[in-house]
């Protein structure tokens, strides 16, 4: 079984190393250490998991913690879904003001609009959920702003409608995750103190652990990848001898 390391632990190592001896910047090393593996996360781990989450209207709508990028975007009012945004791949239908307020109240109220077409939401706390329509390129809608995990909604939107948004998730943040393999303290604590110090404008000291990072970036990724082989070899060895 791989070895684990407590996040917190971590934290409390790079505020030691840094002279922080009663912990006042662990919040914020914390803050850090989780962003930087979740990038390593995905990086390393290619398995492609989505989640959709059913959104009330406001003008700043908080994205789910484990967002990365939407996948589908519904807008659902009288427990009818319009498509506003499919994958970015396909053609898209390019519709003013007017235009866009008849395609949504077209399908709000039973029309099925473009022959029928109709898209499932995965993973989603109704069953079956689907949303009808097409892939659109339409603006004052909404605007997802990936930078701060946040949509924001346009006036076109009615205020009892409600996001219906499918995404490509983490992993990670949802999960509330407190242990990491020990394998990886090194590229996170230099990723997290990149961050931390260019935080404080301390480009020489960010430097100097980005780069530090970028080396056990690859150093850690081809050491996971080797562990990851050796087990499955294992796994096969053990399996074929309990024949």
């Not at 690859?218 to 309990?242: G, P, Q, V």
């Amino acid at each position: 079984m791989r070895a684990l390391t407590s996040l917190s632990i971590i934290a409390s190592d790079i505020c030691s190393g840094m002279g922080d001896s009663v912990g006042s910047y662990k919040y914020t090393v914390l803050r850090h250490l989780l962003a930087v593996y979740k990038e390593f996360h995905l990086f390393v781990d290619h398995d492609f998991e989505v989640k959709t989450a059913i959104l009330k209207p406001d003008h700043v709508i908080e994205m789910p913690c484990d967002f990365v990028y939407e996948t589908k975007v519904g807008l659902m009012r009288n427990g009818r879904c319009a498509i506003l945004r499919l994958d970015r791949n396909m053609p898209q239908a390019k519709l003013n003001q007017t235009e866009t307020q008849e395609y949504l109240e077209s399908i709000w109220g039973g029309d099925d609009y473009v022959g029928g077409l109709y898209y499932p939401f995965y993973n989603s706390d109704i069953p079956d959920l689907c949303g009808y329509g097409c892939n659109l390129n339409i603006g004052g809608l909404y605007n997802i702003n990936k930078k701060n995990g946040t949509i924001e909604i346009g006036s076109l939107i009615p205020k009892d409608a409600e996001i219906v948004i499918e995404y490509k998730s983490d992993g990670v943040s949802d999960g509330g995750l407190k242990l990491v393999p020990s394998e990886t303290v090194d590229v996170l604590s230099y990723g997290a103190k990149e961050r931390f110090y260019e935080e404080r404008r301390d480009f020489t000291a960010a430097t100097w652990n980005g780069n530090k990072h970028k080396e056990k970036w690859y150093m850690t990724k081809r050491l996971l990848n080797f562990i990851s082989a050796l087990y499955i070899a294992e796994t096969a060895y053990n399996s074929t001898s309990e024949i």
